[in-house]
Every structure is written in structure tokens, then in C-alpha cells.
């Protein structure tokens, strides 16, 4: 798909269809889902334990070692979501390891998180600088929440125009940026709750998941004697927290596939995603 296609009808995006269909697919394929899951959990958990070891020693090896282990998880999931796109909208299912792809797709689908990634930067530094020019004289909580919004703003409104260009990579329809920008015309509020949608549920049960950890912290201030223990129920509820990631993954990466269908791809291929 060149980037000159023109959408030739405008469509709406069926978001109600398309994030209860998210779900159930992740359900239905779950026999198919479970071994690449499998590795999308150990990588999420890695880089989490990777993140709380780093939290006691901040020094610039261990930041390092950080980093790079965020690099690899990233480029693990990378694989994941390519598999899963192809398997939705290209028909091409592989079972066991083989699931995760790593070739041709997965570069272009590397280049096009890599385009959106520095469209996020490049939204974060210019929102930095708005606020920044703005409120030098200012120093208070209203001045931080106007930093916030001059960051977010950018993001929320070009982000999920972009979103779609990562599925069109892993088919290896293109990267561009562009291309996915028509494809959304008329549906950006449509996109942000669909993707809201994916998500919520796992970011309410992911804040939940914090409050025994608190709890742990504020009781081992009281009990010193249970430091040990409560820092071993730390690392169990990081392992629950990277199991809601890997599966919030496969929802998300489900989400963006039958968006990309109902947008881009003809009616009956559509339906077909969706039911």
C-alpha cells in the first residue's frame, strides 16, 4: 500500500465492536497465545526486577544494564505484536517460539515505532519549551500542571493518528506516518477510546496492584523484623504486574489489528476480523 492511496468513503471505526472483539480474541486464541505469551511475561518480569534492582544501586552501570535490558524487552515484544498482527490480518499463524517474528516485518515494524517514538520526543520537547517560556516566573502546582498539559496535549492529539502505521509495517504495507494519518481522518476520538478501552482495565488492576506494596513498605517501617518477607511479597506482586502487562499486550496488539481492518482493509475482510 503506497502512500498515495486516498481513503475513497469515510468510515467510522466501531469502537465498541472492536475492543469487545480485542478481548475475546485474546480468549478464543488463548491455546495459540499462551507459549509467545509466556515469553512476553519473562521479558516484562525481567525488565521489572531489572528496574527495582537498579532502584537501591543509581549508578551509571547499572543505568546502563537498565537500559539495555528495556532495549531487548522492547525489541522481544516488538516481535510478539508483529506475530500477532500477521497472524490476525494476514492469515499467516505460526505455533510455539516460531510465533515471534523475527525478519523483514519486523524491521519495518521496528522503523515505524521507531518514527512515532521520536514524533513523541520531538511533542514532549517542544511541550517543554511552550511551558517553559511561558511560566519561567512561575514556580507552584498550577505551573507543573500546565507543563503537564503542554506535554500531553501534543501527544494525545497526533499519537493515535500514528497508531495505525504499526500494523501496515507488520504486513509490510509501509511505515508511513502519512498513510496512517488518512486512515484516522474523522476518527481520532474514536481511536483514544478504543485504545482507552484496551487498556483501562489492566492500568485500574495494575494501580490496585500497587496498594499492597505500600502497604508492605509503610509495615516494614513498623516491623522491622519483616523487612525480608514483605520484600519477597514485593518481587510476587512484581511477577502479577508483568503477567497484567503481557496480557494487556496481546489486547492492545489485537486492538490496533482490527482498528487497521476496519479502516483500511474492504468491508467483508472487516466483518471477518470482527466476528
Known amino acids: ?93 505460526k505455533t510455539g517460539i516460531a510465533f515471534l517474528r523475527v525478519d523483514g516485518h519486523l524491521r519495518s515494524y521496528a522503523w515505524a515505532w521507531f518514527k512515532i517514538f521520536c514524533v513523541a520526543i520531538l511533542c514532549a520537547v517542544i511541550g517543554a519549551l511552550v511551558a517553559a517560556l511561558t511560566l519561567h516566573k512561575v514556580n507552584n502546582l498550577a505551573g507543573i500542571g500546565f507543563s503537564v498539559v503542554a506535554v500531553v496535549i501534543p501527544m494525545l492529539f497526533l499519537l493515535p493518528r500514528f497508531a495505525l502505521a504499526l500494523p501496515a509495517a507488520a504486513l509490510g504495507e509501509g511505515s508511513s506516518l502519512r498513510q496512517a494519518w488518512r486512515l484516522t481522518r474523522g476518527n481520532w476520538l474514536r481511536i483514544i477510546a478504543v485504545l482507552v478501552l484496551a487498556i483501562l482495565p489492566f492500568t485500574l488492576l495494575g494501580l490496585l496492584l500497587e496498594l499492597p506494596t505500600l502497604a508492605a513498605a509503610a509495615m516494614s517501617k513498623l516491623v522491622p523484623n519483616m523487612a525480608g518477607a514483605l520484600d519477597s511479597l514485593k518481587y510476587v506482586l512484581v511477577g502479577f504486574s508483568a503477567a497484567l502487562r503481557a ?29
Do not use: N, Q
Not at 6 to 30: F, M, N, Q, T
Not at 36 to 54: D, K, Q, R, T, W
Open 1 to 93: 500500500m503506497s502512500d498515495e492511496i486516498l481513503i475513497e468513503e469515510k468510515r467510522l471505526l466501531p469502537v465498541l465492536s472492536v475492543a469487545g472483539r480485542s478481548y475475546s480474541y485474546v480468549w478464543d486464541h488463548r491455546g495459540l497465545l499462551l507459549p509467545p505469551l509466556a515469553v512476553v511475561f519473562l521479558i516484562e518480569y525481567v525488565v521489572a526486577f531489572g528496574s527495582e534492582l537498579a532502584k537501591g544501586t543509581p549508578t551509571a552501570s547499572t543505568f546502563l544494564s537498565v537500559l539495555a535490558i528495556a532495549i531487548a524487552g522492547i525489541v522481544g515484544l516488538m516481535t510478539f505484536a508483529v506475530g500477532l498482527h500477521r497472524t490476525i490480518l494476514a492469515r499467516d499463524v
Open 247 to 275: 496480557i494487556s499486550t496481546a489486547v492492545l496488539t489485537v486492538t490496533l489489528s482490527l482498528s487497521y481492518a476496519a479502516l483500511a482493509r474492504p468491508p467483508a475482510d472487516t466483518s471477518e476480523a470482527l466476528f
